[in-house]
């Protein structure tokens, strides 16, 4: 069992930065690949941006590569998201996700621990 907690979100105008933490525990952070999904209002959840267990595979979606990056700490049971350049559309609840495997996946099915998720707002 993963328990998984977000922080970090919040207001921040078009063009700031905002970085994204999420804390795991109950179980080894180290065995799980991690991924970060987001939810705008009225809108399905969408893939951001994985992990590999390792740390040494990233991906992202198109709409936020070269703008976000995903890393992680498996010496603090912590993924992070690094947002940078964000705009309007980026305004989501974003969530962090844990599957026990080594390869991160876009798919929300392959995930199998879920946080409750932090609320970032891009607006001037």
């Known amino acids: 069992q993963v328990q998984l907690v977000e922080s970090g979100g919040g207001l921040v105008q078009p063009g700031g930065s905002l970085r994204l933490s999420c804390v795991a525990s109950?179980?080894?952070?180290?065995?799980?690949?991690m991924g970060w999904f987001r939810q705008a209002p009225g809108k399905e959840r969408e893939f951001v941006a994985g992990?590999?267990?390792?740390?040494?595979?990233?991906g992202y979606a198109d709409s936020v590569k070269g703008r976000f990056t995903i890393s992680r700490d498996n010496a603090k049971n912590t993924v992070y998201l690094q947002m940078n350049s964000l705009k309007p559309e980026d305004t989501a609840i974003y969530h962090c996700?844990?599957?026990?495997?080594?390869?991160?996946?876009?798919?929300?099915?392959?995930?199998?621990?879920w946080g409750q998720g932090t609320q970032v707002t891009v607006s001037s």
């Open positions: 992990i590999s267990r390792s740390g040494g595979t990233t």
């Open positions: 109950g179980s080894i952070f180290s065995r799980n690949a």
């Open positions: 996700a844990a599957r026990e495997s080594s390869i991160y996946s876009a798919s929300e099915p392959r995930y199998d621990y």
